[in-house]
């Protein structure tokens, strides 16, 4: 009888816990798959603005890095140095070095990313790859040469250029000029 009672309540037991424990697999197993989308989603934004790093896109996706990625050490360690070096003012003859090593440290944020994603992707060919054409290049170039300009005005260190091609002509008429 022992036997025939134990069976009776590994039956009932797992009448009860059964649908229990599925919908609690079933809800883990959805976060995850969320979780994993909300950073593949990251990844993939950052991958497709890598050229223009301007772009509200990246910056938001960027943003998003610090919630998505909480418990990733070594994802959260590139980001902050990324971050950390976006925050660093330097000189206009460091530009090229600057660019250099921004382009380095977000290549290891993008790929420390990719692993935590299972994605094997070589640093040079994210360093290598996308696409920007070069109107857009030369645009982004000229609005910051315009709004440098115009800081620099409002700043008081320079003055607006201009230059008199022609000189106004005296009026002719009847002689009469009314005023």
Not at 60 to 85: D, S, T
Not at 104 to 132: C, F, H, P
Request: proline share 5%; charged share 25%.
């Amino acid at each position: 009888m022992p036997e025939s009672s134990f069976f009776a309540w590994s039956i009932l037991a797992a009448t009860f816990c059964g649908p229990i424990f599925a919908v609690l697999l079933t809800r883990f197993v959805d976060y995850r798959r969320d979780q994993h989308q909300r950073r593949l989603h990251i990844l993939r934004t950052l991958m497709a603005t890598r050229r223009t790093i301007l772009a509200p896109e990246h910056i938001a996706a960027l943003n998003l890095i610090e919630i998505e990625y909480l418990g990733k050490a070594k994802v959260i360690e590139a980001w902050k140095a990324y971050l950390r070096h976006l925050s660093t003012p330097f000189g206009p003859n460091d530009s090229d070095r600057v660019a250099r090593e921004r382009e380095n440290l977000r290549v290891k944020l993008l790929s420390e990313m990719a692993t935590i994603l299972g994605y094997k992707i070589e640093q040079l060919d994210i360093i290598a790859g996308g696409y920007i054409p070069q109107w857009l290049v030369d645009v982004e170039s000229e609005q910051q040469a315009i709004r440098r300009l115009f800081a620099e005005i409002a700043a008081g260190s320079k003055s607006l250029p201009i230059e008199i091609t022609r000189l106004p002509t005296p009026l002719t008429g009847t002689g009469d000029a009314k005023r």
